[in-house]
């Protein structure tokens, strides 16, 4: 190694030349310690100071980057934007339900199940819809999947909004990016909401509220009217 180079990669531990025997074959496993370090020294020896990667084109075509939206939401419609003491209000209230499911969480975690339950499998996705929700909310929301309503329904909302308590803090970064395109989502349903059904838009404004400013993704929330 030239002396220039061995100032920016300085060895770790100098090492002496070693006595070794004359029948020493650097092509072989080392026996005994010294043979190691010699190997290890001409392995070294037989490196380029500088390597230059061969990259071929036609590959990193293949693996394009992914361009991700970071904007925020899209602001509500005219005369539909929450105050911003009804959004306060939704975080206090929703503060309280998440106090009250970790007392209830607590609890349950002491008990055992009862001999009829049969847990789901991990990987079981429609069998844990079906654990959670029960077989008449998850059928009801079956139903309702293949239409064409992008808005928010009493039992979607209900859904989400406890999902939303059940999330822990802090949110790891799925959960994080998650509840961000759940809140993007939503503005974008309001903005096509055709009726501007105010149930409906206010289902919306909610999850947006709680994302945003219970999840402090403040950049995401709704300017008080």
Known sequence: ?????????????????????????????????????????????????????????????????????????????????????????????????????????NHWRSQHLDSNVTMPKSEDEEGWKKFCLGERVYSEIDALSDNENLGIDYIKGRWLYALLACLEKPLLPEAHSLIRQLARRCSEVRVLEENKNEEQISALNLIICLVSRYFDQRDLADEPS
């Not at 010699?38 to 037989?46: F, L, S």
């Not at 230059?52 to 602001?75: F, M, W, Y």
């Open 1 to 105: 190694m030239e002396p220039g180079v061995e100032e920016l990669m300085p060895r770790l531990l100098p090492v002496d030349d070693c006595d070794l025997a004359e029948d020493f074959d650097p092509t072989v496993p080392p026996r005994t310690p010294q043979e190691y370090l010699k190997r290890v020294q001409i392995e070294a020896a037989r490196c380029p100071d500088v390597v230059v990667a061969q990259i071929d084109p036609k590959k990193l075509r293949k693996k394009q980057t992914v361009n991700i939206s970071i904007s925020g939401c899209q602001p509500a419609p005219e005369g539909y934007s929450p105050t911003l003491k009804w959004q306060q209000q939704q975080v206090a209230n929703f503060s309280v339900v998440r106090q009250s499911l970790n007392k209830h969480r």
